[in-house]
């Protein structure tokens, strides 16, 4: 049974940073599309990151850009979200998700099948 599990949300102030991190169980690791999905209150559910494990590109929302850095760590299994210059727009639950192992399609824009719990990140001005 695949388990992602997810870390490190909080809350922080404009400009402030955090890093989320997104543990996988009973999951095959290794040419995988992985991403972190934000959903806020009456808005719709955002992909702000993704990272192809095989290896190791990543992509990025435009409101993310240059600030959310997506990383792996292939020895723990492990997907981590930092996020700087942090603001209140961020605000929203962040969720990690895994699609089907060995499947691919460009820049990771694929059915995401497994999915955590979710984290919480909330940005005050």
Same mark, same amino acid.
């Given at each position: 049974?695949?388990?992602?599990?997810?870390?490190? /949300?909080?809350?922080? &102030? =404009?400009? $402030?940073?955090? %890093?989320?991190?997104? #543990? @996988?169980?009973?999951?095959?690791? *290794?040419?995988?599309?992985? /991403?972190?999905?934000? &959903? =806020?209150? $009456?808005?719709? %559910?955002?992909?702000? #990151? @993704?990272?192809?494990?095989?290896? *190791?590109?990543?992509?990025?929302?435009?409101?993310?850009?240059?600030?959310?850095?997506?990383?792996?760590?292939? #020895?723990?299994?492990?997907?981590?979200?930092?996020?700087?210059?942090?603001?209140?727009?961020?605000?929203?639950?962040?969720?990690?998700?895994?699609?089907?192992?060995?499947?691919?399609?460009?820049?990771?824009?694929?059915?995401?099948?497994?999915?955590?719990?979710?984290?919480?990140?909330?940005?005050?001005?």
């Amino acid at each position: 049974q695949v388990q992602l599990v997810e870390s490190g /949300g909080g809350s922080v &102030q =404009a400009g $402030g940073s955090l %890093r989320l991190s997104c #543990a @996988a169980s009973g999951y095959t690791w *290794g040419r995988n599309c992985m /991403g972190w999905f934000r &959903q =806020a209150p $009456g808005k719709e %559910r955002e992909r702000v #990151a @993704a990272i192809y494990t095989g290896g *190791g590109s990543t992509y990025y929302a435009d409101s993310v850009k240059g600030r959310f850095t997506i990383s792996q760590d292939n #020895a723990k299994n492990t997907v981590y979200l930092q996020m700087n210059s942090l603001k209140p727009e961020d605000t929203a639950m962040y969720y990690c998700a895994a699609a089907r192992p060995g499947w691919y399609a460009f820049q990771c824009a694929l059915e995401y099948n497994y999915w955590g719990q979710g984290t919480q990140v909330t940005v005050s001005s």
